[in-house]
């Protein structure tokens, strides 16, 4: 079988992969790149645990096909820090949202996008975002508060950050 040559951006870098027929996004990421940020939970589009950002929307990594991202821009958990933990990083340790850790970065990622596109997001807003994530710990209180928290503090940057 042929495999095809995709190029996209992760976290702000041009990456190349060459991809076979059905290989999915999380395979690239986490054996061709290298990026372990995007958990490998049920592939099958239901827990959220593999959820990235895909030219700004949330998308489960897991049902999207590696070729169809040719040119896209791709964040990851990897993508939030910028030498620091980001204001919504660290919320979550406040909040201690992350809890066992394993749907940490599908929340982090489905709120990141949220933030980037509404800043002050109300808690209904909060709730419908994370709503493709499902947490197996019950704590979904601690993540939304996390998340408005974020949100009073500066989103996805700190304040003089890129």
Excluded: W
Aim: aromatic share 4%; charged share 20%; proline share 4%.
């Amino acid at each position: 079988m042929a495999k095809k040559p995709v190029t996209f951006t992760h976290n702000g870098e041009e990456k190349a992969a060459f991809v076979s027929d059905g290989q999915n996004l999380l395979d690239v990421l986490r054996r061709g790149v290298g990026d372990l940020t995007p958990k490998y939970g049920c592939a099958q589009g239901t827990c959220g645990a593999c959820t990235v950002i895909i030219d700004g929307a949330p998308r489960l990594s897991c049902l999207t096909l590696a070729e169809t991202v040719e040119g896209a821009e791709i964040d990851t958990v990897a993508g939030l820090a910028d030498g620091a933990l980001s204001p919504l990083q660290d919320a979550f340790m406040t909040h201690f949202a992350a809890q066992c850790g394993y749907c940490t970065g599908g929340m982090l990622m489905s709120a990141a996008a949220l933030l980037k596109h509404n800043p002050r997001p109300s808690r209904e807003e909060v709730v419908e975002a994370i709503s493709g994530n499902i947490c197996r710990c019950t704590g979904y209180e601690a993540i939304i508060e996390a998340v408005l928290t974020a949100a009073a503090n500066g989103g996805l940057r700190r304040t003089g950050a890129r």
